[in-house]
């Protein structure tokens, strides 16, 4: 389950949203207090999201924990991701793809008018949402770990994954901030370039690890 955590954790990485957040806040005054502020909102929120949806399927008892379960889970969620990746190849879905930019910058705007620390802690539930990625993720958990203490600590790995970038920008930031500053615009520069191909990436690797899992998972427990 560790390995399917972490591709659906970096696939959802690289938001434009998120990363113009990180960027306003690193041309603050106070780069530190704002982005440990931001970190700890989307954090608490998505960690709070992901516990409520694990323990609401647990209350419910949906049979999870068997083999045969876990892999009907990896192969529902692969052909989600596998049906996203094929969507973007046929053009369905090009304009969310082309206006991650354009909001990306309008973020940055709407930031840049009033940096505080409560703005901060709005930002990173905002910046945040839970999308297709932590729902396929969530859905491998409930299977994998249908109690909330190991499906506590599945959804701490996917969100410390998840938030990987605005992390490695405050510890980078407390450091060194110009250097936090630099690399921030670059790798928006870069997202900014490749985006439809990281979505397509992202959406083929890890439907097919969840698929070829899944199906070995079903076939040995049909054996």
Known sequence: MIIELVLLGLASTVRPTSLAAVSAFLSHAS????LLAYVVGGLAFTIAFGVLVVGAFHGIHVGAGSDRAKGIAGIAGGAVALLLGCAVLAGLVPRRVTRDAPAAGAWKARLDRRLTVPTAVIAGPLT??????????????????????????AVLIYNAVWFALPIAALATCIVNP???????VRVQRWTGQHSRALLLGASFTVGVVLVVRGALLVAGAAS
């Open 31 to 34: 780069p530190r207090r704002l």
């Open 128 to 153: 945040h949402i839970p999308g297709l990625f932590y729902l396929i993720a969530l859905n491998v958990i409930v299977a994998h770990e249908p109690r909330l203490p190991g499906g506590l600590v």
């Open 178 to 184: 110009d250097a936090a500053r630099e690399a921030v």
